[in-house]
C-alpha cells in the first residue's frame, strides 16, 4: 500500500504465495524440512571454506537450490503468503496452518538433521 512496490510486483508476489500455501499440511511440514536442512547446510558448509568467494558461492548456491525446487522456509517465503493473505488470496487461517507446518518442518530439517550428521561427525573422529 505504500508504493514501495509496483503494484504488478506485488501481484506477482501474491500469486507466488498463493502457490506456495497449495498443499496440505504433511506436503508443507516435508518441503520445510528438505529446506531448513539445505539453509542449514549453507552454515555448516561455509566453516569448511576460509576463502571469501566460495563461502559466498555456496551460500548462493544452496540458497538458489531450496527457491528452484521449490521447498519451504520459514523465512524466506513467509512474505510471499503474507502478501498473498494481504491481499486476500490466502485465508488468515490457512497461512497460520501453513507456517505451523513450516515452522516445525524447518526446526526438523535444520536443527535436528544437523546435529544428528554432527553427532556422526564427532563419533566418527573419536
Do not use: M
Amino acid at each position: 500500500r505504500t508504493g514501495a512496490l509496483a503494484p504488478e510486483i506485488v501481484l506477482k508476489i501474491a500469486a507466488a504465495g498463493h502457490r506456495a500455501s497449495l498443499g496440505s499440511w504433511a506436503s508443507f511440514f516435508w518441503s520445510a524440512v528438505l529446506g531448513g536442512w539445505a539453509i542449514a547446510l549453507v552454515a555448516w558448509l561455509i566453516q569448511s571454506s576460509g576463502v571469501v568467494i566460495g563461502q559466498i558461492v555456496l551460500i548462493w548456491t544452496l540458497a538458489f537450490l531450496v527457491a528452484v525446487v521449490g521447498l519451504d522456509h520459514s523465512v524466506s517465503t513467509t512474505i510471499e503468503v503474507l502478501c498473498a493473505v494481504l491481499k486476500s488470496e490466502v485465508p488468515f487461517g490457512h497461512a497460520l496452518v501453513w507456517l505451523s507446518a513450516v515452522l516445525l518442518g524447518n526446526i526438523a530439517g535444520g536443527v535436528l538433521i544437523t546435529a544428528l550428521l554432527n553427532y556422526g561427525q564427532v563419533r566418527a573422529g573419536e
